[in-house]
């Protein structure tokens, strides 16, 4: 697999990497450890080098599966995690907390459940308006000093917010949703981490499975889905949205790709410091998404998949309001 490079700092990953959250939570039963590990040390074997967990994914048990799952080539991959939720002994999230000491806090419990020395990309997982970027970066800051952090990442932050922490530690990569069907980063985000020279790091990039072609207005979703509760996935939106789906097919006829394959080169092509993290549980859906490397799109083909896209209007929100509320715009 190809590399890129995230931000001007060095950072070397694969083109595309692995998003994690999964294997614990979101999306109904989460299936073995072991096949999870298995998935994890696959797609190391098929070249991804870069690993994203959080704390609050579990919470903690992610991190301890992937710190298991790398172990034996951890100093051959970038691992990303997150902190800047408060969770409570029950393992419930309370709110946000990127206080200073509670930022300590958080980065040495992940480097614990990771069995690692160091972070390679620590993100703040999401902006917590109580406490100034300012001071954030700078106890990141600090951590890259003492050797616990290599890069400093942020996660759904506006263009200001990103702006103003990179002033006082550079941003290595901003992660936010990102796919032919969200595509507000490319209002201000996206300007702003090319002008600063910040890396971008699309989660969701198959539209929560949606780009996929699997998901149908008649699919339900298992207890414990997040999808379930989500504006964007009622069974009319689904069924509002399907164009989008079948645009992706139809390119992908002619490519003799999935439409996953193609949604994944679409964003490929966006930028070359764009670095998407699908996630599965699945063998043969990492084999079709790291697949999607091999699929070239020409500009024509993007200019026609953008003319076609414009043309149709996406139903449901992406989150319900109280999780839209923790988005800093």
């Not at 799952?69 to 997150?82: I, L, N, Q």
């Not at 996935?233 to 164009?243: E, K, Y």
Request: charged fraction near 25%.
């Amino acid at each position: 697999m190809k590399t890129r490079e995230l931000g001007t700092a060095g950072l070397k990953v694969s083109e595309l990497g692995l998003g994690c959250m999964g294997f614990s939570q979101g999306y109904g039963p989460t299936g073995s450890r072991e096949d999870a590990i298995n998935v994890i040390r696959t797609a190391f074997d098929r070249g991804v080098r870069l690993f994203d967990t959080a704390e609050v994914y579990g919470p903690y048990l992610n991190e301890e599966l992937v710190g298991e799952a790398v172990a034996p080539f951890r100093d051959r991959v970038v691992v990303a995690t997150k902190f800047g939720f408060k969770i409570n002994r029950d393992g419930r999230q309370i709110g946000l907390d990127s206080r200073p000491e509670h930022i300590r806090e958080a980065v040495d419990g992940s480097l614990r459940r990771l069995r690692t020395e160091f972070i390679d990309l620590l993100y703040q997982h999401r902006v917590d308006p109580q406490v100034p970027i300012e001071d954030v970066a700078g106890t990141v800051k600090d951590l890259i000093t003492e050797g616990k952090v290599k890069h400093f990442g942020l996660s759904e932050a506006s263009a200001g917010t990103i702006r103003a922490a990179n002033a006082v530690q550079p941003v290595t990569a901003v992660q936010s949703e990102y796919s032919l069907w969200w595509r507000e980063p490319e209002e201000h985000v996206l300007p702003a981490c090319a002008d600063l020279g910040i890396g971008f790091v699309p989660f969701s990039p198959l539209g929560r499975g949606f780009l996929t072609g699997k998901i149908s207005s008649s699919t339900e979703f298992a207890a414990g889905d997040m999808r379930g509760k989500l504006p964007r996935f009622t069974p009319q939106a689904r069924q509002a949205n399907q164009a989008v789906v079948d645009l992706l097919e139809s390119i992908g006829q002619a490519k003799d790709a999935t439409a996953a394959q193609i949604a994944l080169a679409w964003l490929l092509a966006q930028k070359p410091w764009i670095v998407p993290i699908p996630g599965t549980r699945k063998l043969e859906r990492l084999e079709e998404n790291l697949e999607a490397t091999s699929v070239a799109l020409s500009a024509e083909d993007l200019q026609a998949i953008d003319d076609a896209a414009a043309r149709i209007p996406i139903q449901g929100a992406r989150y319900p309001e109280e999780l839209e509320k923790t988005i800093d715009r």
